[in-house]
């Protein structure tokens, strides 16, 4: 990674809910161009900093810097505003509904004098985004509940970068995918590196994520317990952060 | 309570009408009775009317054995003169229904209408083509409003409401040899059918029977409240000689009031043939007699009525058919003569 | 869609069995739009309302107390003011069920069960169950018995319901929003939609177009009655079914709920011109229904 400034700060950020510490002292940088992977055991605070990061969730304490400066996000759309979209596990698609519509769903375009839906606009860059990403799919019109899975989870990564002028969290993105589909989803996440943006995942498979990230973040129960260049460490010590057994 | 929507229809009517209780039926104008038995298509008519391809449309307010029976009675009467029946409806008691009813039916041109208008209110701009049309109109019970006997309509026809009341009386103090204490279940609600037969009962027992007296009164709007009312009716006049009920439905329930007292000497009389009120009167319990109205006399003096108009005939305003009192001894032909159909089995 | 298929074949057949009885007489023709107006604005504000994953039970009741509304202000007060406030009422109502849905998050159908019942009793004792007569001409000219340019007052209405319907279901960020909301509520959160306005909005839809329907009754009957809408609840909830809008929401038609409604009065129609008996037409009717909303959901589940 070039010396760049850093696109996301996390400083000492803690998150209680009531008397319970999800995330304590966390502290992260990440830049423009990084997949950095966030690995832990279940009830880790992965999803918990994730919904921190995007503005679900208010830290305790702690602070937040965007492009160097300090942020509160006082919900999602707030933080999605700022360039911060999110590939939620449940892919968050409306099945009924064509791609483009989905991909351009709370943000439909409109063309004057009416204001009305300018569908073949959504269509047209619809497909060109998926074009981009190699995301096959029949066409931009087609019915999400048409898809294969793989397909859907193309879909909601071509609409997280397309809406995303910073950071794309993934939060599991290939859990339910077959061994294709995951191969084909891994690539389209590598090729958001080339749009420059910053990329933080959540994933249960240390295989994808040292073929993916440039740092690895291990979480147990809330406490951060470090970060690896992945080119600089292995699966061994990765386990054994997570699971605390040396 | 074969009745009762019939009634909630015609409460409409009641404002048209003065409340006093009537010595006999009187229209929703005021109009004087005619008796149905009067209303007669003669046989010389005959030719004129099947070389005239009448045709006649059925627009019924809603389903019941009462409507079953008057249809029954009218298309009888129009096929003995060639009279087509060619459309029968029922509004369910919308009046958007029945306007859309009357509409379609006109399609086919009908040169007669029997309908029972659901109210005169929202049936005035309903029948307002059919009228401008031509068209013999024949209403039962309910008048739209501001129609012209004789240039809008052709006559009104209905029970005889009063002889229904009255009949109840009389076989009431048949059974009680004209003598002892009555209960009065009256109908609590504004309601043209129901309180001119309740009256007419009332008027009936004060002036024609003074041995009788009436020594209880309990107006009643929910059927289902009857064996509560029953019973606190029977706690403060334990030795009632007889009850009136207003009509079949509360009558279950103040029969049952009876028999969980053991009671088997309170004659009871309604209104409107039941079943179960009627098989209590045949195996001898607390039941007296029913009144019944002849509904497919009804109908069939309402098809007369119309075809009485296309010969060119007077036809009175308002016409009535007559009540028959059932009771034990003839419950068959009773049910014969008010529906035209056989008694349930039951009862046989 | 099913609908079309559906809506040409019952057509078909009724132009060629009924041809003698003038099934196909403008007069009759003209009679079947006449009737299925109501029912048809009706069908437009449901189709909003289950697109966005909620029912609504209470338009029936809403229809009632609006034109009641009318035609006691009519009484008193000019055309403009009895219209407002049978939209009004309509609007109000509406937004009473959708704050309940949206914010206090219960159940549509338990809501617009109890409203149904509730303003079905409160138009009953709004004018002691009596029928009030409309004698505002101006009024029943505009929304019932008048004609522009040859075209009766209600088949424009239904054309202008249905054309700004489907425009606004097609062809706006609103309609979109509405169609998420339904298909996937928490997708629909996650994008920024508003999902609680929505529920709120499409709630007040199907009051204003319930309200409007109430107008029209009113208008064409010349009199308002507390029965009015009480019957169209499983007609209006057909139409829309036999339409190809879901019922759990995400997905549906206003052109096809036309056709839905227009199948439901061609029906009612036909079956009294083939001259059954009342009993038999409800039989007949039902079990048209039951196939036409079989084959439609058969066919939106592939």
């Known amino acids: 990674m070039s010396e760049q400034k850093n ?145 859907r989870q193309g879909i909601a990564i071509a609409r997280a970068t397309h809406w995303a ?52 973040c291990v979480l147990r129960r809330g406490k951060q317990i470090g970060v690896r260049e992945t080119k600089n460490t292995d699966k061994n010590e990765i386990v054994s952060m997570i699971t605390g057994v040396a | ?106 399609t086919k041109k009908p040169s007669i209408i029997l309908s029972l208008p659901l109210d005169p209110v929202t049936s005035a701009a309903a029948f307002k083509e059919a009228k401008d049309e031509g068209v013999k109109l024949v209403f039962l019970s309910n008048l739209p409003a501001n129609y012209e006997h004789g240039t809008d309509y052709t006559t009104v026809a ?166 028959v009192t059932v009771t034990a001894d003839n419950v068959s032909e009773g049910w014969m003569q008010s529906l035209r159909v056989e008694a349930p089995e039951s009862l046989r | 869609m099913v609908v079309y298929i559906g809506f040409i074949a019952i057509f078909l057949f009724f132009a060629v069995t009924l041809y003698d009885d003038g099934f196909l007489t403008q007069r009759n023709l003209t009679n079947i739009l006449l009737q299925t107006a109501p029912a048809t604005i009706m069908a437009i504000g449901l189709v909003f309302a289950l697109s966005a994953g909620e029912i609504d039970l209470s338009f029936g009741s809403i229809v009632a107390v609006s034109a009641l509304t009318v035609a006691v202000v009519l009484q008193d007060y000019p055309l403009i003011v009895g219209v407002a406030a049978g939209l009004g009422v309509g609007v109000a109502i509406g937004a009473l069920n959708g704050v309940l849905v949206a914010y206090l998050k219960l159940p549509s159908f338990l809501v617009t069960l109890a409203t149904m019942g509730l303003f079905a009793g409160i138009a009953r004792s709004m004018t002691d169950l009596r029928s009030v007569p409309v004698m505002n001409e101006t009024f029943t000219g505009i929304f019932g018995s008048g004609k522009l340019f040859s075209l009766p007052s209600l088949v424009i209405w239904t054309a202008i319901g249905v054309g700004v319907g489907h425009l606004v279901y097609r062809q706006t960020r609103f309609g979109a929003h509405v169609l998420a909301t339904g298909d996937n509520p928490r997708a629909a959160l996650v994008t920024g939609i508003k999902v609680a306005r929505i529920r709120l909005y499409v709630l007040m839809i199907s009051g204003f177009t319930a309200g409007m329907a109430g107008l029209l009754y009113a208008g064409r009957l010349q009199a308002a009655k507390y029965t009015l809408g009480e019957s169209d609840l499983m007609t209006v909830i057909a139409a829309v079914i036999v339409g190809g809008t879901a019922l759990n929401g995400g997905k549906g038609s206003i052109i096809g709920a036309l056709l839905g409604s227009l199948l439901m009065g061609m029906l009612n129609n036909g079956l009294i011109l083939m001259n059954l008996r009342v009993s038999d037409q409800m039989i007949v009717r039902g079990l048209i229904i039951l196939l036409a909303v079989a084959v439609s959901l058969r066919d939106s589940k592939r």
């Open chain 2, 1 to 106: 309570m074969k009745h009762l929507v019939k009634t909630i229809l015609c409460g409409a009517a009641v404002m048209l009408t003065p409340m006093i209780a009537q010595a006999q039926t009187i229209g929703p104008k005021g109009e004087a009775a005619t008796p149905s038995s009067e209303i007669v298509v003669s046989d010389s008519s005959a030719e004129t009317l099947k070389n005239g391809n009448y045709t006649a449309a059925l627009l019924w307010h809603d389903q019941s054995d009462f409507v079953n029976a008057v249809t029954a009675g009218a298309t009888a009467e129009f096929e003995r003169f060639g009279v087509e029946v060619v459309a029968t409806t029922s509004a369910g008691f919308d009046a958007a229904k029945q306007r859309s009813d009357i509409e379609t039916a006109l």
């Open chain 1, 7 to 151: 696109l996301l700060s996390l400083r000492n950020i803690h998150k209680a809910f009531g008397g319970v510490i999800a995330i304590q002292d966390f502290s992260l940088d990440l830049k423009a161009g990084e997949i950095v992977a966030l690995v832990g055991d279940n009830g880790a605070g992965k999803s918990t900093l994730i919904k921190i990061i995007s503005g679900v969730y208010t830290p305790t304490s702690g602070d937040i810097e965007l492009d160097g400066e300090a942020i509160s996000f006082r919900d999602a759309s707030t933080a999605r505003a700022k360039g911060i979209e999110v590939v939620y596990q449940d892919l968050a698609l409306a099945d009924q509904q064509p791609v483009f519509m989905n991909m351009f769903l709370g943000r439909e375009l409109t063309k004057p004098p009416f204001g009305l839906l300018d569908k073949q606009r959504m269509r047209e860059e619809s497909q060109q985004l998926v074009d981009e990403l190699d995301v096959r799919i029949p066409s931009a019109a087609s019915t999400i509940s048409e898809l294969s899975g793989g397909q």
């Open chain 2, 158 to 323: 209905t029970d005889d409401l009063f002889q229904m009341g009255k009949q109840a009386a009389d076989a009431l103090a048949a059974s009680m040899e004209e003598k002892g204490t009555v209960g009065w279940i009256y109908h609590d609600a504004d309601y043209y059918v129901t309180n001119q037969r309740d009256n007419a009962f009332k008027t009936t027992i004060e002036n024609d029977y003074p041995n009788i007296s009436i020594v209880a009164e309990q107006g009643i709007s929910d059927p289902a409240r009857a064996e509560e009312i029953a019973n606190a009716m029977l706690l403060r006049n334990p030795d009632l000689g007889g009850i009136y009920v207003t009509w079949a439905g509360p009558a279950e329930g103040v029969l049952a009031a009876l028999r969980a007292n053991g009671n088997k000497t309170t004659k009871i009389v309604t209104l409107d043939l039941s079943e179960p009120v009627a098989l209590d009167m045949v195996r001898g319990g607390n039941v007296a007699a029913i009144v019944a109205d002849e509904a497919y006399e009804l109908g069939r003096t309402m098809a007369a009525a119309a075809m009485l108009d296309l010969l060119d005939q007077d036809v009175p305003p308002f016409i009535v058919a007559p009540a």
């Open chain 1, 165 to 216: 002028s910073k950071l794309v969290l993934l939060d599991e993105p290939t859990a339910a995918l077959g061994v294709a589909e995951t191969a084909r989803v891994e690539d389209q996440i590598a090729k958001l590196k080339e749009k420059n943006l910053a990329i933080l995942i959540i994933s249960h498979s240390l295989d994808q994520v040292f073929k993916l990230s440039d740092r690895i």
